[in-house]
T-cell receptor, first 112, second 113 residues
Framework: QKEVEQDPGPLSVPEGAIVSLNCTYSNSAFQYFMWYRQYSRKGPELLMYTYSSGNKEDGRFTAQVDKSSKYISLFIRDSQPSDSATYLCAMYSGGGADGLTFGKGTHLIIQP | DADVTQTPRNRITKTGKRIMLECSQTKGHDRMYWYRQDPGLGLRLIYYSFDVKDINKGEISDGYSVSRQAQAKFSLSLESAIPNQTALYFC????????????FGPGTRLLVL
């Protein structure tokens, strides 16, 4: 079992819908939880990050971390066609010892 | 200009050939990384460097080597390319104070025949 599990999709929803993207993980040492967005033929770019458990909101995006369940989510409100991309969750234990551990990414399609 | 650049952007090579992928950054970050991305497998860490004198193996370093020529430059070499090294390769950088925030280059698409 990989350390980070993420459904690759594709996930197709109509414009304006609320999107829920999720990852589960097994390493209880993870402390930092990130969501990266990757457009086709581009490098990933950081969308949001959360330290430890809790919620974080940035515009239409909300990140949630539940460390007790080892489950993280990204919600996108009022989804737009420009949100169509692959969303990768990533995790890190802290201390600078190594790099990030990524999920496989979920391919999201917002239908106009 | 882009903060993290990679050359070449696309490369086709043959089995057994030596190939080098180059990465340069203007962000002034001390940490640099090489990842490969494969369909269905996501991003996997090959090597990372915390400064010019510090090189570390990642999850999948076999068949690869790296060189940190300067703070701004980090190269990835395939000494003898094989077809299963066909992938999309990304370089990334981060500041020592915020490793969780990594800045990725545009990627190099490599095909090994």
């Amino acid at each position: 079992q990989k350390e980070v599990e993420q459904d690759p999709g594709p996930l197709s929803v109509p414009e304006g819908a609320i999107v829920s993207l999720n990852c589960t993980y097994s390493n209880s040492a993870f402390q930092y939880f990130m969501w990266y967005r990757q457009y086709s033929r581009k490098g990933p770019e950081l969308l949001m990050y959360t330290y430890s458990s809790g919620n974080k909101e940035d515009g239409r995006f909300t990140a949630q971390v539940d460390k007790s369940s080892k489950y993280i989510s990204l919600f996108i409100r009022d989804s737009q066609p420009s949100d169509s991309a692959t969303y990768l969750c990533a995790m890190y234990s802290g201390g600078g010892a190594d790099g990030l551990t990524f999920g496989k990414g979920t391919h999201l399609i917002i239908q106009p | 200009d882009a903060d993290v650049t990679q050359t070449p952007r696309n490369r086709i090579t043959k089995t057994g050939k030596r190939i080098m992928l180059e990465c340069s950054q203007t962000k002034g970050h001390d940490r640099m990384y090489w990842y490969r991305q494969d369909p269905g497998l996501g991003l996997r860490l090959i090597y990372y460097s915390f400064d010019v004198k510090d090189i570390n193996k990642g999850e999948i370093s076999d068949g690869y080597s790296v060189s940190r020529q300067a703070q701004a430059k980090f190269s990835l070499s395939l000494e003898s390319a094989i077809p299963n090294q066909t992938a999309l390769y990304f370089c990334a950088t981060s500041d020592f104070s915020s490793l969780e925030t990594q800045y990725f280059g545009p990627g190099t698409r490599l095909l090994v025949l």
